[in-house]
């Protein structure tokens, strides 16, 4: 048997160990998912004993964490949005930058009633194409992901939420496989450049999916490829919202403009270039 304060201690050093900064906050969060108790029920809990079985759920968490697995991965969930969505090795974790997408097509489109047609391409976790579809209830959505586990996983967060009657998930490459316009498109591309992967963060670089990363050569492989099916998907008056890296904002907006689109840049909190929102650009 051992004590709450003896096992945090254990895992804090564990994890400061292994290179993680909040060590501490960590731990307790772990300890939390062990044992099942809400971290605050653990500030005061120093003297209680674990069991037997909490202590091994614990110290394998610990163990995932300080192998430098990223915690959403860990614990299955993480926050994006408004929403608590489902994540799994294999599928990209939801970022707090890629929010800025949502809060451009809320810009975009003030009034929430809309009946918007909407399509995701990469969708990965469906975490923007469901935090969408929280916004607009009359929207209804399209999916497109190359990748199985990816849609699978998409697919279960869209049914927790109560949104799959409000969507349809299609495994294809980009928009190829598509007819018909959309009012809002979405989409998170990989857009690392190759020779940088190895330089990423370890919960990156070792256990995030390369295929949802690697952009190629200069990182811009991925806006490459699907920007030439947009102007026969994008709706007259619809709007497509692109995600691009740190430093890439012109390279690709010399892209989209080459395919006829006006292109407007929008800041994520960190004040970096984040999102480009693309629209047909005026005839004449």
Do not use: H
């Not at 400061?16 to 062990?34: F, Q």
């Amino acid at each position: 048997m051992s004590s709450v304060a003896r096992a945090l201690a254990a895992a804090t050093q564990r994890l400061r160990e292994a290179g993680i900064e909040r060590a501490r906050a960590e731990a307790r969060i772990l300890l939390a998912r062990a044992s099942g108790l809400p971290r605050e029920a653990l500030l005061g809990a120093g003297a209680f004993t674990l069991d037997p079985e909490t202590r091994a759920r614990f110290e394998a968490l610990v163990a995932r964490r300080a192998s430098r697995e990223p915690m959403a991965y860990v614990l299955g969930r993480r926050a994006f949005w408004t929403l608590e969505l489902d994540v799994a090795p294999g599928v990209l974790v939801p970022r707090p930058e890629t929010e800025t997408l949502v809060e451009a097509a809320l810009e975009a489109f003030p009034q929430r009633d809309s009946p918007l047609r909407v399509l995701d391409l990469g969708t990965g976790s469906g975490c923007l194409l469901a935090a969408v579809l929280s916004e607009f209830p009359k929207a209804f959505g399209v999916g497109v992901d190359r990748c199985p586990r990816a849609l699978a996983l998409a697919r279960a967060n869209l049914e927790k939420l109560g949104l799959a009657a409000r969507a349809a998930l299609l495994c294809a490459d980009w928009g190829r496989a598509l007819v018909g316009r959309f009012a809002l498109v979405v989409c998170n591309p990989p857009y690392v450049a190759s020779s940088e992967l190895a330089r990423l963060d370890p919960e990156v670089a070792r256990f995030e999916p390369r295929a949802a990363l690697d952009g190629g050569p200069d990182g811009l492989d991925a806006y490459r490829a699907l920007l030439p099916d947009l102007p026969r998907l994008l709706a007259p008056e619809g709007i497509v919202c692109l995600e691009v890296g740190a430093g890439q904002a012109e390279r690709v907006r010399a892209l989209a403009e080459s395919r006829g689109f006006a292109v407007t840049p929008r800041a994520d909190l960190a004040g970096i270039p984040r999102c480009l929102v693309l629209r047909r650009a005026p005839s004449g």
